[in-house]
């Protein structure tokens, strides 16, 4: 089974930025990030469909956060900017073959692949 391999995680200080990437197969075409933070379920940040590039993101991180995919590299990202320690969280990709017509839903967790997490600490 395709496992997934996140980068880019790390500690940062509050105000800071980090950008996540990963690797994801290329009959996927359609990708997303969530994270887990102690204690806390599973929340979707945000997902993109790679046809169009059509995005959609939690409510409470759009304007933070930004997914990107780059078709050339078969590589999704996150751009996460003005981290806060309320983001320390272990930081999922996930990809999966569904097609366009499927809606971009962020509480979509039925993907086929997952990468097996980064961890992001923010501290104050």
């Known amino acids: 089974q395709v496992q997934l391999e996140e980068s880019g995680g790390g500690s940062v200080q509050a105000g800071g930025s980090l950008n996540l990437s990963c690797a994801v197969p290329?009959?996927?075409?359609?990708m997303g990030w969530f994270r887990q933070a102690p204690g806390k379920e599973r929340e979707g940040i945000a997902a993109i469909f790679t046809l169009d590039r059509g995005s959609c993101y939690a409510e409470s991180l759009k304007g933070r956060f930004a997914i990107s995919h780059d078709s050339a590299k078969n590589t999704l990202y996150l751009q996460m900017n003005s981290l806060s320690p309320e983001d320390t969280a272990m930081y999922y990709c996930?990809?999966?073959?569904?097609?366009?017509?499927?809606?971009?839903?962020?509480?979509?967790?039925?993907?086929?692949?997952w990468g097996q997490g980064t961890q992001v600490t923010v501290s104050s």
């Open positions: 996930a990809a999966d073959p569904r097609p366009r017509w499927f809606p971009c839903d962020t509480g979509i967790t039925d993907f086929r692949y």
């Open positions: 290329d009959d996927s075409y359609y």
